[in-house]
């Protein structure tokens, strides 16, 4: 049967149906301009279980339960569940990490970048920059023999393993329930003010994750694949999907008066414009030697691939760091951490890709 989603016209849809729900996610109770951010919301999860203690980012998002499960499900209904693991594990991890770092100094992930600019916020013209030059830096090593080694299919217990790891997060928010006021409910954590404490109700969250993640998957929506794909082949395909994203989150914004326009005074950001831009070149970087934006690892995570698992528990990792040893960014800018991470980050990704080249 043909895959409608992953033609021209499916890719578009799925982009703006991506681009609708994030607005509308916004409108129920999500922060501004961050209705969906996957760097952010495995951020808020990861102070939520106490891997970091930052009290206004610590949050269970149900969002990313939702991506892993719907693209789990769509995977199992399509016969695309396919249990793989095995190429360059660390350098993953790695990977992960400092893509988490350039992110959360940036403050979004690609997604959030984009739902940035569609809400008025010129800053994320930057970080898209950035994104752009980080992705361009990225596809240099694949012209010139950049590979992660071969992954190999592996047995199915090994595909299962990160899709129970969310359903038992799952079951864990549902035993520990947010308690009005207590910044502690059980082993999770909770923010009571700042981004964390913004969040729309948890079952309009999970139902429309799980919507993503199913869509997403059968449409293999990426942001980094887009630009890449541009840059190498000039091929449009996904990039159509983006761009269906940003169109849909610009209108929405328009529709339910949310397009504020300008640089100062934007919600959770900052005007250090060359961290900003530097920020989205590491992460850029780190996703194009990974092989998929964080949204992508989710959706492979979820269809069984070990590898992508590694770099989302990278990208855990990498939030921990960046909160417990002050590398991410606020509204009042970068910090001087964060610009030395930035830099030994770019220094790591840009030894990985020397090195990690096939000898001709």
Request: aromatic letters at 10%.
């Amino acid at each position: 049967m043909k895959n409608v989603l992953a033609t021209r016209r499916g890719i578009i849809c799925v982009g703006a149906v991506i681009g609708i729900l994030a607005i509308l996610l916004q409108y129920f109770g999500n922060p501004v301009n961050m209705g969906v951010c996957v760097a952010c919301f495995l951020r808020d999860t990861t102070g939520a279980l106490g891997l970091h203690r930052a009290p206004v980012v610590q949050y269970v998002r149900p969002e990313i339960i939702g991506f892993v499960l719907g693209s789990f499900v769509a995977a199992i209904v399509f016969k695309e569940f396919r249990p793989r693991t095995g190429s360059a594990p660390i350098i993953r991890f790695v990977l992960g990490a400092f893509a988490m770092i350039g992110a959360l100094i940036f403050l979004g992930c690609p997604w959030r970048a984009l739902q940035r600019l569609a809400g008025g916020d010129f800053n994320a013209i930057l970080g898209l920059i950035g994104l752009f030059v980080g992705i361009w830096i990225g596809t240099l090593f694949l012209k010139n023999g950049y590979n992660l080694g071969v992954t190999q299919k592996t047995r199915s217990s090994v595909g299962w393993v990160f899709t129970i790891i969310m359903i038992g997060l799952l079951i864990l928010v549902l035993l520990n329930p947010q308690i009005e006021g207590e910044s502690q409910s059980g082993v999770l954590f909770y923010s009571i003010e700042g981004p964390g404490s913004m969040h729309a109700p948890f079952i309009i969250s999970i139902v429309f994750g799980l919507i993503i993640g199913f869509l997403a998957q059968r449409s293999r929506f990426c942001t980094m694949g887009a630009i890449r794909d541009l840059i190498l082949f000039r091929h449009m395909h996904l990039f159509l999907g983006i761009a269906g994203l940003f169109i849909a989150a610009l209108i929405m914004n328009l529709i339910l008066n949310q397009f504020n326009p300008g640089f100062a005074n934007q919600p959770i950001a900052h005007t250090m414009h060359i961290w900003n831009f530097g920020g989205m070149v590491l992460a850029g970087l780190a996703f194009t030697l990974a092989g998929g934006c964080p949204g992508r690892q989710l959706f492979l995570s979820g269809e069984g691939d070990g590898d992508a698992a590694i770099f989302v528990v990278g990208m855990i990792a990498g939030a921990a760091f960046a909160h417990n040893f002050g590398l991410a960014s606020s509204g009042a800018g970068a910090t001087t951490a964060g610009i030395i991470a930035l830099f030994i980050g770019l220094i790591v990704c840009l030894a990985i890709g020397f090195t990690m080249r096939e000898r001709v």
